[in-house]
């Protein structure tokens, strides 16, 4: 049964017949006492220039926010790991850089916004361009409210090739990029 607005409500009766099922709305008049709903809109008067700087004020916020984060990171990284140390694990002498840069941007990569700066900061240490373009391929697929959202629909067969897909992708792509240069 739905309560509109106009004062009626609709009840659904769903008839079976032995071909298919149909269902057959059906107008009553509602009672003067019942109150008016509010979920169909019709009491809401919501104008639209206040919504859409609502909207928009709350998506720059959120946007504030993730490049926040994504700057405090790069500076982290700039100020607190030793060069040698991002060098010796994904510079370019390093035959594995890519593959443990495509492995490190499943845990550490947050969103598209604070990515950049995060791995402009590693670049910075010394990171290998190869590894980054791994890191920046291998990361959106493989976040974890990604990984979470394809787990729920998904079978755990389609899961697995889904991030060894978006893993063996971002490793052959930043191989791709190294002999490339």
């Known amino acids: 049964m739905a309560v509109c607005c106009d004062g009626s409500t609709t009840v659904f009766t769903e008839i079976q017949p032995s071909i298919r099922a149909t269902a057959v709305p059906v107008r009553t008049d509602r009672s ?12 809401e008067k919501t104008n639209f220039w206040s919504r859409l700087f609502k909207e928009s004020y709350s998506a720059t916020l959120m946007v504030i926010k993730f490049m926040a ?3 405090f990171l790069e500076a982290l990284i700039i100020l607190y790991i030793p060069a040698e140390w991002i060098v010796g694990i994904m510079g370019q002498g390093n035959a594995w850089a ?72 971002a490793i052959v792509l930043g191989y791709l990029k190294f002999i490339i240069g």
């Open 32 to 43: 003067l006492n019942e109150p008016k709903a509010e979920s169909c809109g019709c009491g």
């Open 69 to 71: 984060l994504a700057f």
């Open 98 to 169: 890519i593959i443990t840069a495509a492995l490190l941007g499943v845990p550490t990569y947050t969103s598209n916004l604070s990515a950049l700066p995060m791995v402009s900061g590693l670049l910075v240490q010394g990171m290998s361009p190869a590894a980054a373009l791994a890191f920046l391929i291998a990361g959106p697929t493989t976040t974890l409210p990604a990984m979470a959202a394809v787990w729920s629909l998904v079978s755990h067969r389609v899961f697995v090739l889904y991030v060894s897909f978006a893993l063996v992708g």
